[in-house]
C-alpha cells in the first residue's frame, strides 16, 4: 500500500523542488495539507492536484 500522507521533506523530493519551497506553497496555500497533532502532513491528492494545476498553466 503506496502512503497517503507526506511529510514537506518528502514532498520535496517527490516534487524535485527545496523543502523550503514547499514550505512557501504550503503557506501560500499553493498545496494543501492537513494538521495531524503537531504535524503538518501533505496528503498524495495535494500532490497530484498541485502538479495538475501547473500543467494547466503550461498548456494555457
Do not use: H, W
Not at 514550505?23 to 498541485?50: H, M, V
Request: aromatic share 4%; charged share 35%; hydrophobic share 40%.
Amino acid at each position: 500500500m503506496e502512503p497517503m500522507l507526506f511529510t514537506a521533506e518528502e514532498a520535496a523530493e517527490i516534487l524535485k523542488i527545496g523543502r523550503c519551497k514547499v514550505y512557501d506553497l504550503l503557506r501560500n496555500q499553493d498545496l494543501r495539507s492537513i494538521k495531524i497533532g503537531g504535524s503538518r502532513r501533505i496528503p498524495r491528492t495535494a500532490l497530484e492536484e498541485y502538479v495538475a494545476r501547473l500543467l494547466d498553466t503550461e498548456a494555457a
